[in-house]
């Protein structure tokens, strides 16, 4: 069935190394992907997105990745900060108005 | 300044109880949706909508109610049918423009316990 999962709850980087963080997905057919931000008691906000005719795509400080073959998608945040602490999700598109939404990521960032 | 307005904050409530969660937006937005987030889990969609006195269910509509009279308000009615009605409440809009993507616009969400 469809399903967007993480593999790591807890992510701990140390401030100023880069996070990767990783998201598998099971529908083969999938061709959108996006990740979002949600700092605590906050709602989730818009990072970057990818379309499955692409690799790769990058954004301010971030960078996703998408590998088809194995259905798997990435999102490296480079020198990591600590404005950049929260949960990370990962999202697929199910139709025009669904996403099916992956538990989440927690970056912690250590100092 | 342009945004989604959601309120209350947080909302608690007696078991039995209907409660209605307001949520209001200025972008001009056509799309508006509701969310449902549970700690440790991703967020599952309870209604959306596309346009005025237009709304269809999502994947968790049951014991929730909408209604969607103008394009700036999108109230959500959690009645006491809903069984486990404790959660993290997110309102989202969607521009016009980005009709192919998954990009919305959250609000900051209303916490509902019920007691």
């Known amino acids: 069935g469809e399903s967007v999962g993480l593999h790591l709850p807890t992510l701990s980087v140390q401030e100023g190394d880069n996070s990767i963080i990783n998201c598998a997905y099971s529908n083969s057919a999938s061709d959108y992907f996006i990740w979002y931000k949600q700092e605590s008691g906050k709602g989730p906000q818009f990072i970057i997105d990818?379309?499955?005719n692409m690799d790769k795509r990058q954004g301010q400080r971030v960078t996703v990745l998408l590998n088809k073959t194995v259905k798997h998608l990435s999102l490296q945040i480079a020198a990591t900060q600590p404005g950049d602490s929260a949960v990370y999700f990962c999202?697929?598109?199910?139709?025009?108005?669904?996403?099916?939404w992956g538990a989440g990521t927690k970056l912690i960032i250590k100092p | 300044d342009g945004g989604i307005t959601q309120s209350p904050k947080y909302l608690f409530r007696k078991e039995g109880q209907n409660v209605t969660l307001s949520c209001e937006q200025n972008l001009n937005h056509d799309a508006m949706y509701w969310y449902r987030q549970d700690p440790g889990q991703g967020l599952r969609l309870i209604y959306y909508s596309q346009i005025v006195n237009d709304f269809q269910k999502g994947d968790i509509a049951e014991g929730y109610s909408v209604s969607r009279e103008k394009k700036e308000s999108f109230p959500l009615t959690v009645t006491s049918a809903q069984k486990n009605p404790t959660a993290f409440y997110l309102c989202?809009?969607?521009?016009?423009?980005?009709?192919?993507?998954?990009?919305?616009?959250f609000g900051e969400g209303s916490r509902l316990t019920v007691l």
């Open positions: 999202a697929e598109k199910k139709s025009n108005y669904q996403l099916i």
């Open positions: 989202a809009s969607r521009a016009p423009g980005l009709a192919n993507t998954g990009e919305l616009f």
């Open positions: 990818i379309r499955s």
